[in-house]
């Protein structure tokens, strides 16, 4: 997974490495069939060339979500783990998940900027994405699509979150802490008396023996 991981990281380089100067650090590739973020230090955007103009401005809001939240650190994160523990197969689905669920995240992330009215042609354009690039990356530190089709079902059924819905899971994660916080107190003084109630019975142990001796 290391070499397959390398491997890949410079054959992006290498179709990266010609790529045009769009604007700050957004560069067009002729080489690429879907945009990306690609970087660790330093990240950069890559998108294809003649990009419709009507989808670039959230296509490029998108990798932008993920510049923002730092998904190219924590996912090089995640694949090291894959990495050291690639026997378990729970860790390759929990990767697989958590690779969709940030780009989910980024998808609704757009939707509650530019509205629901684009559902449609964000929808169509992770589809014509889709198309030309067929393969799925493990590369850690660059982001493509993946998983098109649950991705464009949750873009279709999204849904501004309520209120109420955030509070009442705000409270939940709230009750959640506490009770893991107190649970974790009692713990440490219930065992200081453990340790003085067997101390006192040997003391009394050993006055027994003193007075039959």
Known sequence: MLTYGVISYIRIKKKTRYAVKYRDNIYECDDITSPFVFGLIKP???IPFHVEEDRLEY????EQFHMKRYDHI???IAYLLFIFYWINPLVW???YCFVRDQEMRCDEAVLLKFGNEIKALYSNSLLSFAVQNKRYTFT???FGESDVSKRIKNILSFKEP???VVVISILIIAVTSFCCITSSKRKEITEPVKQTDVKAEDN???DEEAEVN
């Open 44 to 46: 950069k955007i890559f």
């Open 59 to 62: 296509i490029l809001a998108h």
């Open 74 to 76: 924590t996912r090089l």
């Open 93 to 95: 689905v929990a990767f």
């Open 140 to 142: 850690p530190i660059a």
């Open 162 to 164: 309520k209120l109420w």
């Open 204 to 206: 009394e142990n050993q």
